[in-house]
């Protein structure tokens, strides 16, 4: 059983930056596609952004220029740097991974004040 463990989002405000973080349980990080995805009240979950086993990155529209999605994949954990934060970027935050059948983190809340 994979377990993403995420690390605790928080309040920012407006045009202030946030990390997020995602560890594996086991090594697939690095050969699997690692995604983050939002999900805000009352909307459907979308993708932020997401970096494939190869390394190429993908992201919303909304949040590019201002996210960046990495790894280190000896330490089995991807990132999300959030710049420039909006309050509509206030969601919980899901970390995702391909891998066999696929698996979701518990989520973590980012609150962006105005």
């Known amino acids: 059983q994979v377990q993403l463990a995420e690390s605790v989002g928080g309040l920012v405000q407006a045009g202030g930056s946030l990390r997020l973080s995602c560890a594996a349980s086991?090594?697939?990080?690095?050969?699997?596609?690692m995604g983050w995805y939002r999900q805000a009240p009352g909307k459907q979950r979308e993708l932020v952004a997401r970096?494939?086993?190869?390394?190429?990155?993908t992201y919303a529209d909304s949040v590019k220029g201002r996210f960046t999605i990495s790894r280190d994949n000896a330490k089995n954990t991807v990132y999300l740097q959030m710049n420039s934060l909006k309050p509509e970027d206030t969601a919980v935050y899901f970390c995702?991974?391909?891998?066999?059948?696929?698996?979701w983190g518990q989520g973590t809340q980012v609150t962006v004040s105005s």
């Open positions: 086991i090594r697939i990080v690095s050969i699997s596609t």
């Open positions: 970096i494939s086993s190869g390394g190429t990155t």
């Open positions: 995702n991974s391909n891998w066999e059948s696929g698996y």
